[in-house]
């Protein structure tokens, strides 16, 4: 039987240099669809070239869009809107944000499409953004809410909505306002829990008319947007790795440029300081509308910290690396209001909860809580499920930097759909993490 290669992480000395992280996900993913629906054509800088953004690129393709790789940029070749029929499935992979961002895009715009997924793509429900869509008059049939979703032709038929928006997701805001770009009127989303709004920056830097008063996002419609180039920052959330693993490993000192610093993307950073993190955030500025900067952290003595689940939104995807670094605070951390983080490409509320057990670690999981017992017994040797997820996978290698034992995961390509080159960046400042064949 052929041998699979995975990884595995062991106790390092300091981690120490300065480096980039890959570019952001959230925002490459938009660049490509929003530029696909420019009238010319978007030069994007610095998009990520992972699995999730890869599969959106490819799913354009296939919807008549051309996209040109060049050194240094791609370029969209936006058709105002236009789509063709696409000949074949539009699979996106691992992705919920590009398959739910594709779905909001694509819903009002004549053409029949459907949209697949992965396994763990393919268990997680789809209803978030077929109800708010269906209520704009979007038709889809699908699999009782989940993939494969069809798209159902349905031109100039969709209607503006006012939608209450009682969770706190970007992806069902974001997918609205895709689709919200092609009707006639306003639509309005009053986001009760505020996500991130990488799109509705995006938007507005491309001069559409969107805005935001109180808790009422508006946009106006139809929109001819006009391209402009494109930069992505690093992604915060793979910083996040880097970040805890610089925390809990000694005498380190680590800078990582160029970050995006997106107010509802860094609650990390946050509970991080409360845990007593030495944490600096210099050379703040903006591009594309977006604040972007550079983060220097030092090891750091972390504390128990309570995070309770107003900020949830802010450190969605941060939850399993910083249950990670709660299990190298003293003391006991507590965490509530979990509900959205068991709805991620893994239960990770499960999925964290498991792999810290059986790493040695003292966990209390409820429905939606967990108690985590910091430094008492961080022994590890453990192989990690990483059930499809690969902030599992990251986040327990991080954790084996630290521990007695090593870390192994069972499977290390889902790495690729948001950080291609954890193993080499976290290796050049000094981490232990090797190939190993299963
Ligand atoms: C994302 C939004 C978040 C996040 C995901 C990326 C986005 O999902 O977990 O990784 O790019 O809009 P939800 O909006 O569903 O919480």
Known sequence: MKKTITLKSSKCKSLKGILHVPSDKSI??????????????????????????MNTLKSLRKLGIKIKKHKNFFEVYGNGGYFCEPKSDLYMGNSGTGSRLICGLICNRGINAKITGDVSLSS?????????????????????????????????STIPINYDLKVGSAQIKSAILLAGLNVKGTIKIKENYP?????????????????????????????????????IPGDFS?????????LITKQSN?????????????????ILKKMNAKIYIENKRSLNGELIGDIK???????????????????????????????????????YGLSELKLKESDRLKTMAEALKNAGVRILENEDSIEIHGKENNIGGNIVQTSFDHRIAMSMLVFGLGSEKSIKIDDMKMINTSFPNFKEILEKIGAKIEHIHK
């Open 195 to 231: 996500s991130r709004n990488h799109t509705e920056i995006m938007l507005k830097f491309l001069d559409v008319k969107i805005k935001k008063s109180k808790k009422i996002i508006s946009l106006e419609s139809p929109n001819f947007i006009k391209p402009k180039d494109l930069h």
């Open 124 to 156: 997680r429900s789809m209803i978030r953004i077929i109800e708010p869509l269906s209520k704009m008059n979007a038709k889809f049939k699908h699999n009782n809410g989940f993939l494969p979703i069809l798209i159902e032709d349905n031109y100039n």
């Open 238 to 246: 793979s910083a996040a790795f880097v970040i805890v693993a610089t």
């Open 254 to 270: 680590v800078c990582i440029k160029d970050v995006g610093l997106n107010y509802f993307r860094t609650g990390l950073i946050d």
């Open 28 to 53: 490459s993913i938009r660049a490509l669809l929003i530029g696909s629906i420019c009238f010319g054509n978007t030069k994007i800088f610095n998009l990520l070239q992972s699995d999730d953004v």
């Open 297 to 335: 952290i030092k090891s750091s003595k972390l504390n128990s910290v309570i995070v309770s689940q107003r900020i949830s939104p802010r450190l969605i995807d941060e939850y399993p690396i910083l249950f990670v670094a709660a299990s190298y605070a003293s003391g006991i951390s507590k965490f």
